[in-house]
């Protein structure tokens, strides 16, 4: 049996226009294509889990720079999302999400942490076996 909705080849849900929405989950809904920039606009979101959906051809660019602004947010769940790289490489900007306490990717294809990433301090990086991330160094 499935997990959550089905949606076979759907963009990602316009939630922008729910701008005091506080939790989102869409672990395993088959969202398809990038983040969408314009969720950053959701500063009282506290919880969001995307893991287990489809970023397509450029994981790379997972984080979108807007999500910066989320800054209510305290738990982000990206497992399962076809990472790759140094997808994290935002969480190294100390305004980026700065109430983010714990950060879920495991099953992705991560190549390093950030230096600087609040992974050494406030934030509880959960990555999992699968997941290839160590802390670069200096």
Do not use: I
């Amino acid at each position: 049996m499935q997990k959550g909705l089905r949606f076979w080849d759907a963009a990602w849900p316009n939630l922008e226009v729910l701008p005091s929405l506080l939790e989102v989950s869409l672990e395993g809904c088959q969202f398809s294509g990038p983040l969408p920039s314009a969720w950053g606009g959701l500063t009282s979101l506290t919880f969001l889990d995307v893991s287990g959906n489809s970023l397509g051809g450029n994981g790379a660019a997972a984080l979108p720079a807007a999500w910066g602004g989320m800054a209510a947010l305290q738990e982000l769940r990206v497992g399962k999302l076809g990472l790759t790289g140094d997808a994290l490489a935002p969480l190294a900007a100390a305004a980026y999400m700065p109430g983010l306490m714990k950060l879920k990717a495991a099953d992705n294809q991560l190549t390093g942490l950030p230096a600087g990433a609040r992974g050494c301090a406030a934030c509880r990086l959960l990555l999992g076996a699968r997941t290839a991330a160590q802390p670069a160094s200096h």
